[in-house]
């Protein structure tokens, strides 16, 4: 018989056996065997067929202590729910694996100063997120998130334009954290879906004593809410405004080690994946954090040190008083480490001739661009000690039963930061080189200011949760108020809604107009003609974002 008459035969009899079975799912017995029944009581065998049977009973006993080996070896080496694993007495749950996700279709629209309703900005950053995770044994867990990303709203193919400056407002959900200032200037993302894996790691202990994760995982160093300057281990920072955070894991080996007769908790990490690639063992970076309780107050105390950078140091701290709940966190930085820029306006009055180089694949006239943008806005280098310091009180109220409200407020002030919006086209801008640490939105300003109150379901509207966030750039007065409505429909699915508005000065983060910016007039290199000025156009400051979801989740 060939092949594929052997397939076709194994497929009918599969089939046969498949409507054979109605339409349940098999049994565990059925697809993995049930344990072996009770060996019956052997029937004494007539006195002449004594040698027959005694023949046959040896064949037997060879043959079934050969299989009992094999079962023996199989169940040492790949183990099975009636048997122990090497180093440990646990067994496997009858359901060690679970699956499950969530569907987030979201749709946002953008408006910005002078803008006519047909020319708001449209985009559905929706997202599809598939987790499996795996628990043979109380002392074993194995998890795997993966995030599909896709905006229908996008183009098709790639482009990129030297005279616009694109991107919405900082108002509504991301899909990965705050943005870069950088991402409004260059290719455009296309439509194509894009896969994330977000998580993916193993978690074990060693005698009870040691506790190791291994793999890309969440660690959020910090307690406030807003402004998160200690969240080391994050690439990106968290975009406040998010219903959730978007962001993607780290790579890393975590070793936790707790002190349960006191109640605090150990660390060390590992980190094999940096904002930069790690293609040798000296890139690698470690870090340490030590978490300690007294009474109703907690401190945590960390840093992060690797070859080539100076080391980043964190401190953060919470306690409840009376009714209030403090918090505070501080992060201290070198200023040797980030590349910061300043704005030369001298600068236009001898702008350089634009050099071309051959051997750079850029196209020339991108080099032109990045080569005059060098000479407006060069690098200010720094150095010494740049801290970065949060603080905020939370204040919960009890009005009913099971009802509660809160309201907190915080401030964040960034030794980081500009207090000149004239800075702002410059880090926008491409520079010849990229910057290390480039600036995100919500940490551009010097001192910034954040209220949040928050109503989950209210008196009988048990589905329903609001949330008022206030966020505000005091160092360039301009800040962002935004509402979120939160309503159960389904069990599992929910509804959200968000609204929000930019106010202030016309040129701050929250609103980021750009006036138009020459460059001067570039000579093409291969006609040696002298082209008309460049100019990147303006950026109308932004008005108001408004949003809709549907979450389902399981």
Sequence with gaps: MNRKRLGLAILIVAGGATAAQAQDRPSENDMFGA????????????????????????????????????????QLNLGGPEAAPRLSADVAPEDPLKIGGQIYLRAQSSAQQGQ????????????????????????????????TIFDPTLPATASTSLSTVSGGSQGGASTGGAANLSSLFGVQATRTPRVLLDQMWLRFDIKHT????????????????????TDFLHIQHRNPLDVFDARTGTTMIKVHVPWEAQGWNFYAYGLTEGADATPTASALAGAARAE???????????????????PKLAADLSAGIWDLDFYGEVALRFGQDIDRVRYDSSAYANLPDVPYNSLDSTPWL????????????????????KPQATGGVSYSIKYAANDVFTISAEYFYNGLGYNDTAVYPGLVLPHAQ??????????????YAGVFASAPAP?????????????????????????????????????????????????????????P??????????????????????????????????????
């Design 210 to 229: 040691v506790f190791v994760t291994a793999g890309r995982q969440h660690v959020r160093w910090g307690t406030a809410r807003f402004w998160t300057p």
């Design 35 to 74: 344990p072996a029944a009770p060996a019956a009581e052997p029937v004494p065998a007539p006195v002449a067929a004594t040698a027959t049977v005694t023949a046959t009973a040896t064949a037997t006993a060879t043959a079934t202590t050969t299989k009992l080996e094999g079962d023996s070896r199989d």
């Design 366 to 385: 991108v080099q032109a661009l990045e080569h005059r943008v060098d000479a407006l806005y060069p690098l200010a280098p720094s150095s010494g000690v």
């Design 459 to 515: 008196y009988s509207w048990d589905n329903t949760t609001f949330t008022l966030s206030n966020l505000a750039n005091l160092s360039d007065r301009s800040g962002i108020t935004r509402f979120d409505y939160s309503f159960i429909l389904l069990t599992h699915l929910r509804f959200e809604a968000f609204g929000a508005v930019h106010w202030g000065e016309r040129n701050g983060e929250f609103r980021f107009g750009m006036d």
């Design 292 to 310: 300690m309780v007294w009474s109703s107050a907690e401190l945590g105390l960390g840093g992060v040190a690797q070859r080539g950078h100076k």
């Design 434 to 447: 990229t910057l290390r640490e480039p600036a995100t939105f919500f940490y551009l300003g010097r001192h």
């Design 116 to 147: 006519s309703a047909g020319n708001w900005t449209l985009s559905s950053p929706s997202l599809l997120d598939a987790y499996m995770d795996v628990r043979p044994n109380d002392r074993v867990r194995g998890f795997v998130l993966a995030r």
């Design 517 to 554: 910016i020459n460059l001067g007039s570039f000579t093409d290199p291969f006609s040696g003609l002298s082209s008309l000025p460049q100019q990147v156009s303006s950026r109308s400051p932004a008005l108001f974002d408004l949003g809709v979801a549907l979450r389902a989740s399981i």
